[in-house]
C-alpha cells in the first residue's frame, strides 16, 4: 500500500477504523493518541498524520523491488566499497538504487556545521556515559519495546546476536565519531545503508509466521513513530540520564548533542514534521510514544540474556561478572524496565553501584578540565569502542547488509 492510499484509509475509514485494526492485537491499548503539534518539529509545520501510519514510501517500494528482482547480493556487494561520507558511489548500482541514494545522502538543508562539529567534541568528552547509556542503557530499552525486539528476533540478523549487536554499534559509534558528519567520516553512509535495511526488512517480515503472529496486530513493521520511539531510547533517554545524574552539559552542549541526533533522524528517513525541535518537545514525544508502550515479551527477554551475557563475557572471559553486569544494566534503566527484561536483582552490586556511581562522575568530572584529559579519555573509550566490535563479530569485521530473508522457523 504507497503512502497515499494509507492516507486515503486514514481518511475515509476515519482514525477509528485504522486505531481499531491495530488495537485489536495491541497489548491493553498501550498506545496513546497521537497528539504531538508538528510545530514543536524542526520543520515547524506539517500534515499531523499519526506517524504510526507512515512510513518511508519511496525507498519501501524500491527495496521491495530489489528483493524481487533478486538484486540483493549485487547491491550489498557493490555496497561494501562505499565507506566514506564524500565518496562517490559505487558504479554498477541498478539506477534506480543509485538515483535514490544519491538523494538520499545529501543533509538537510537546515544541518548546521558548527553545531555538528560542537556534538563531536562533546562526545569526546562524555563518551564514557554516552557510550554506557546508547550501549547498555539503549539496548536494555529495546528489548522492552515490543515491537522493536520482536522485529530483530524474527528478522535475519536475530538469529546471530553478536553480529547483529556489532552492526548496530556500527552505526551508534559512528555518530559519537570526531568525523561523524565530516567528509571522512562515515555516518551518512551507515544511515543511508540502514534506511534501505529497514525499508528491506518492512517486505521481508509480514513474510515471516513468527513475526505476523505476535507482531501487535501491524501489518508493516518500521513506522516512522517506531523509528522516533527507538530515537527516543537513544538521544533523550541518554541526556534525561545525563541531567539526572547532574553531570554538567553546558546548554550549547545539549543543542549540539540534539543536532547531532535531528540530522541523524532525517538521514534515517524520518520526516521532518516528526523530529522533535528542542529537548522539550522531545522530552514530550518520548512521554506520548515511548513510555506507554514499554513492556515484556518472551523474545525480549531472550534477547536481553544473550546482550547481558555478551557483556559480561567481554569484561571478563570467565563470566563471573555477570551479576555485576545485571545490576549495571537495572541501574541504568531502572527497576520498571528491568523487571520487564527479567534482569534478575543483584542486592549487593545494586547497592554499590548506587553508592558509587556519584563518586564515579564527581571523579570523572574533576578531571575532564586538567590537560590531556579529554584526549587520553577518549582514546580510552575509543580502544574500548574498537574492541568491542572486535570482540563481536571474532575479528572478522561487519558492516551493514539489505537482508533478502527473514530468520529461519
Ligand atoms: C537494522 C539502527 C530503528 C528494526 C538496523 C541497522 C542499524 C539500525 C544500524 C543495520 C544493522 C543490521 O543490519 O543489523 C537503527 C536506529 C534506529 C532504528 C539508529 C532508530 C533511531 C529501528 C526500529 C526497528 C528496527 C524502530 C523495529 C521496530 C531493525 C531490524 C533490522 C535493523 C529488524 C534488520 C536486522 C537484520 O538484518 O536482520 N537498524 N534502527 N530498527 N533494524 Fe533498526
Redesign the pocket.
Known sequence: MDGLSRRKMLMAGGAFGAAGALAAASPAGARSLWTWAPSASVAGTGEGLDPQWVWDDEVDRLMASVIDRGDVPRVNELLRTWTRNDQALPAGLPQDVHDFMEQARQLPSWADRGKLERAAAFNKSRGFYLNLLNGVGGGMLSTA?P??AR??YY????ADME??VA??S???FAIGDLNAYRPDGDVIV?AV??RM??A??RHL?PQSPGWTRTGDGQKI??SQA??????HS?ATYAMQKLVEWKVPVPDADAAAYLHVWQV??HM?GVRDEYIPATWDAANSQSEQVLDPILASTREGVELTDILLGQLAEQTSPGGIDRPLVDALARFLVGDRVADMDGIPEEAFWGKVIATVWPKLIAFREKLIPLPLVPPLAWTIDEAARQYILFYLTKGRGTR??I?DT??PD
Open positions: 519495546i515491537r522493536e522485529s530483530v528478522s535475519k540478523g536475530g553480529d547483529r552492526k548496530t556500527l552505526l551508534g551507515h545503508k540502514t535495511v529497514h528491506a526488512v517480515l513493521p518500521i517506531d523509528i522516533m520511539v527507538t530515537w537513544l541523524t533522524a534515517l551493514i547488509e537482508p527473514n530468520r
